[in-house]
């Protein structure tokens, strides 16, 4: 399996961005994609992540912080999961990663980094005026 994430770049507070994250050597199946961030001298961090099972999603997560602003989907046909973010802010500002992992996580689990097998190269989003 192999995760090609883009849509990064720079963008005003207050403005959006779409990243993708295609998936690549599975279709179906069930599996759960998280959308993870990085900012400089910080921790990695849950954005979002989806639970889904064929072609149906079971359950979505997003994190606190992003609450209301984010939102992550998935486009059946594309194999592809988006991470839509609405009213950005300077602290959203870090490398965006997708990962996945086989099987089903349970919700409490979606958030944990560790659990992914496989990751995205990352892709850069900077807010800033």
């Known amino acids: 399996v192999q995760l090609q994430a883009s849509g990064g770049g720079w963008v005003q507070p207050g403005g959006s961005l779409r990243l993708s994250c295609t998936v690549s050597?599975?279709?179906?199946?069930?599996?759960?994609l998280g959308w993870f961030r990085q900012a400089p001298g910080k921790e990695r961090e849950f954005v979002a992540g989806g639970r889904y099972v064929n072609f149906r999603t079971y359950s979505t997560h997003h994190a606190d912080s992003v609450k209301g602003r984010f939102t992550i989907s998935r486009d059946n046909a594309k194999n592809t999961v988006y991470l839509q973010m609405n009213s950005l802010k300077p602290e959203d500002t870090a490398v965006y990663y997708c990962?996945?992992?086989?099987?089903?996580?349970?919700?409490?689990?979606?958030?944990?980094?560790?659990?992914?097998?496989?990751w995205g190269q990352g892709t850069l989003v900077t807010v800033s005026s």
């Open positions: 990962a996945i992992r086989d099987g089903t996580l349970i919700a409490s689990a979606i958030s944990d980094w560790v659990q992914y097998e496989s």
């Open positions: 050597g599975r279709t179906g199946g069930t599996y759960n």
